[in-house]
């Protein structure tokens, strides 16, 4: 699954249309570049990540915490970098802070149910799992070989 991450033709999140509120800053670098001016609803702090193989974000990329796009099997991926361990934990709150929104966690649609042990047993590998996270660039052209 990847989270999508754009410029958005350099305008960052003032392009029309978008929701300020379900994006976030997303960088190389030692620190984060500055939110544009018109981007008041541009309000969660800012996402770090390691780059792999000389590969650096633009200073207006963005992620859109709030769509989430499944990688096919046979889709040519480019590992981007790493997101840092601290802000991995920031980028999976937003994130699902954003898809709660329409869809409500079951024990918040249903109050008066137990949460099952496998459920409870689950936290943990989810944590183990986002460790490996990585960020890659999609595209529907092929890679070159």
Not at 59 to 69: E, F, H, M, T
């Amino acid at each position: 699954m990847c989270l999508r991450i754009s410029t958005y033709s350099g305008r960052g999140t003032v392009k029309g249309g978008l929701d300020q509120n379900a994006h976030a800053i997303i960088y190389t670098g030692e620190k984060p570049p500055k939110k544009l001016p018109e981007e008041k609803r541009l309000t969660k702090d800012p996402i770090q990540v390691v780059p792999v193989g000389g590969h650096e974000l633009e200073p207006l990329s963005r992620v859109n915490l709030a769509k989430v796009y499944p990688v096919e099997h046979n889709f040519k991926v480019l590992e981007v970098g790493r997101v840092i361990g601290g802000h991995l934990k920031r980028l999976l709150a937003y994130w699902q802070i954003e898809t709660e929104k329409d869809f409500p966690r079951e024990k918040d649609r249903f109050p008066n149910k137990r949460i099952g042990k496998a459920e409870q047993d689950m936290a943990p590998e989810y944590d183990q799992m986002a460790t490996k996270v990585t960020l890659a660039s999609v595209n529907e052209n092929p890679l070159p070989s």
